[in-house]
């Protein structure tokens, strides 16, 4: 089991930038493939973006694209999500999760994910 704790939220503005971090307890971060998800008020949890245990593949979505990148560092055990050119429409409770499973190939599916932070705010104001 791991243990995700999420920081690095906050209010900015449009136009800004943001770093979260979610740092994993444990000895197995490097196993896991690691996720961002993001949900706004009255709307469900929606995939962010997503990397497989050594970095080498990642997926993002459409709405993110060129915009946020997710990046790890297995030996601080750390998984981070650098967010620039911060709209209004970015403003949600940020989790990241890990998937538990020894699946060859990282999913964007949320169902894939079973361990979840406790998320972070992030408010973008226009």
């Known amino acids: 089991q791991v243990q995700l704790v999420e920081s690095g939220g906050g209010l900015v503005q449009a136009g800004g930038s943001l770093r979260l971090s979610c740092v994993a307890s444990?000895?197995?971060?490097?196993?896991?493939?690691m996720g961002w998800f993001r949900q706004a008020p009255g709307k469900e949890r929606e995939f962010v973006a997503v990397?497989?245990?050594?970095?080498?593949?990642?997926y993002n979505a459409d709405s993110v694209k060129g915009r946020f990148t997710i990046s790890r560092d297995n030996a601080k055990n750390t998984v981070y999500l650098q967010m620039s050119s911060l709209k209004p429409e970015d403003t949600a409770v940020y989790y990241c999760a890990a998937d538990g499973d020894l699946r060859s190939r990282v999913q964007i599916g949320i169902s894939f994910y079973d361990y979840w932070g406790q998320g972070t705010q992030v408010t973008v104001s226009s």
């Open positions: 444990g000895h197995t971060f490097s196993s896991y493939h």
């Open positions: 990397i497989s245990r050594s970095g080498s593949r990642i």
